[in-house]
C-alpha cells in the first residue's frame, strides 16, 4: 500500500493534469466563458473537493476558484480569494489578502467582460447545486446585474464525469484494494459457519479498509440468502452452511472511489462444488452483465441503454433489474444513469443525460433464477463492478468478475 505521502502526490499530480488539459478543453465544450465556484468553511460545494491539492481539507473563510476561458483563447485557472501557498502550481492568485472577495470577484468580471457566469446552481444535479444561498444573494448584491448568472450544471456534470488517461491507469490499481479487502473476508480464514455473523463480516471490511488508511465512502453491507428463507437479504444473522453471503462495498483513493457487490457461496460439509444451479444463477448475473454493458454507445442516454438492455434480456429469459450509476470522484457521480432500484422504467432527469467517452460506471444490477437444489426457490444474484469506458468500450477493473467464491468447511 502507498504511503499517506505518495497518495497524495499522485492526487496532486491528477489534480494538475486535470486543470491544465482537462478543464480548458471542457470550458470550450460546453460554451464556458466563466465558470465561479464559491465555498464557505464547512459548507464546501460538492465540486470543492474535486478543484484543490489534497492537503487542502476545507475552504478558507470564503474560496472563490474562477476558470475563464478568455477572448484570446487563453485559459486561466484563479484563486479571488485570501492567498493560500497550497494554491501554488494550480491557481494564479488574483486577489491579495485586503480585498473582499466579491469586490475582487466584480473587478474580475469587469474587466473580463464575460456574456454570462455560470454558477453551481441546478434542479435537477445534486453535484452541480452547490452554491449556497446566502453566497448566492451576495455574488447577486457585488455585481448588481450588470451579468446574468446561469447554471454551470452541463460543465460540472463534464467535469465531474470525466476521467484523464491517467485516471483510468490508476484505477484497476484502486479497484484491487477493494478485491483484496473482499478476498481476505470471504474466505475459510475469516467466515466459521454457526459463528461468523454478518455484522462481523461488516466489521471486518471498514477494519480492513481503515487499515489500509483510507475511507469506505459508505458503510458496507453483507447480507445472505439461504434455502427454505423468505427474505433474500437477510442480515443481522449468523452464517451457515449452505449460504450465499452478498457484500456491496466501497472504498476511496486518490479521490476516486469503487463500488462493488459480490458473492460467496458457504459450503456444506463435504461438498467440493458449488451446486450447479447456484452456479447457473450467477452465469446469468454474468450474462445479464454483458447485455447491459453492450448496450453503451456514446451519444446514448442512460434511459435508450436500459430500455435497449431490458428488452435483450426479456428475450433471452432473463428476469432482470439494472440501476448501473456513473462512478469516479463520487461513488454515486455525475452523468446519466441506467435505471434506478426504486425505478425500472423511464428516469426524468439523470436518465436522459448522454454517455461520453473516458467516463466509468458502476455496472450495478441482478437477476432472479430458480435454483433447483434448493427445491426451485428464487435467488437473486446481485452484481456490480466498476467498469471504465473509453474508446467506445468498456473494460473491467479486474479479472474476477465471473467468480463466484466458495467456502470450503
Not at 480585498?99 to 434542479?123: C, R
Not at 434480456?313 to 433489474?321: L, P, S, T, W
Request: aromatic share 10%.
Amino acid at each position: 500500500m502507498m504511503t499517506v505521502k505518495e497518495q497524495y502526490r499522485l492526487h496532486d499530480e491528477i489534480l494538475k493534469d486535470r486543470l491544465e488539459n482537462l478543464m480548458p478543453a471542457l470550458l470550450a465544450e460546453c460554451g464556458v466563458e466563466m465558470w465561479v465556484v464559491l465555498s464557505k468553511e464547512y459548507n464546501e460545494d460538492p465540486v470543492f473537493r474535486t478543484l484543490v491539492p489534497a492537503l487542502v481539507k476545507n475552504a478558507s473563510r470564503v474560496t472563490c476558484l474562477v476558470f475563464c476561458r478568455n477572448k484570446d483563447g487563453s485559459y486561466e485557472a484563479l484563486n479571488v480569494s485570501r492567498p493560500n501557498p497550497r494554491f501554488d502550481g494550480y491557481y494564479k492568485q488574483a486577489m491579495n489578502r485586503k480585498d473582499d472577495v466579491f469586490e475582487a470577484l466584480n473587478h474580475l468580471i469587469a474587466k473580463k467582460k464575460p456574456a454570462k457566469v455560470h454558477v453551481d446552481i441546478s434542479n435537477e444535479c445534486a453535484l452541480a447545486d452547490g452554491l449556497s444561498k446566502n453566497l448566492y444573494d451576495r455574488l447577486q448584491t457585488a455585481l448588481c446585474g450588470s451579468v446574468p448568472l446561469v447554471s454551470a450544471e452541463e460543465i460540472v456534470i463534464r467535469w465531474i464525469e470525466t476521467r484523464t488517461a491517467r485516471e483510468m491507469e490508476l484505477y484497476p490499481m484502486i479497484y484491487k484494494l477493494s478485491m483484496d479487502v473482499v478476498d481476505e473476508v470471504f474466505s475459510a480464514d475469516f467466515i466459521k459457519p454457526g459463528v461468523t455473523t454478518t455484522t462481523d463480516v461488516e466489521w471486518g471490511i471498514m477494519q480492513r479498509i481503515n487499515d489500509y488508511g483510507l475511507p469506505f465512502w459508505f458503510a458496507p453491507d453483507i447480507d445472505l440468502q439461504r434455502k427454505g428463507g423468505d427474505d433474500f437479504r437477510m442480515s443481522g444473522v449468523v452464517i451457515e452452511e449452505g449460504d450465499i453471503v452478498h457484500c456491496d462495498m466501497g472504498l476511496t483513493c486518490l479521490g476516486l472511489h469503487t463500488d462493488t457487490q459480490r458473492n460467496v457461496y458457504i459450503g456444506r460439509k463435504g461438498e467440493t462444488e458449488i451446486p450447479a444451479g447456484i452456479l447457473a444463477a450467477f452465469r446469468t448475473g454474468n450474462r445479464f452483465q454483458d447485455i447491459v454493458r453492450s448496450s453503451f454507445a456514446v451519444g446514448k442516454t442512460g434511459n435508450e441503454i436500459f430500455f435497449e438492455a431490458m428488452e435483450k434480456a426479456k428475450a433471452e429469459g432473463i428476469q432482470a433489474m439494472s440501476y448501473c450509476h456513473p462512478i469516479g470522484t463520487y461513488g454515486h457521480s455525475a452523468g446519466p444513469s441506467v435505471g434506478m432500484y426504486d425505478n425500472q422504467g423511464f428516469v426524468p432527469g439523470h436518465g436522459e443525460l448522454v454517455m461520453h467517452d473516458n467516463t466509468c460506471y458502476a455496472l450495478e444490477l441482478n437477476i432472479t433464477q430458480n435454483v433447483p437444489e434448493w427445491d426451485n426457490q428464487p435467488v437473486c444474484m446481485m452484481l456490480e463492478e466498476t467498469i471504465g469506458f473509453s474508446g467506445g468500450k468498456t473494460f473491467f477493473l479486474d479479472d474476477k468478475r465471473e467468480i463466484l467464491r466458495f467456502v470450503r468447511t
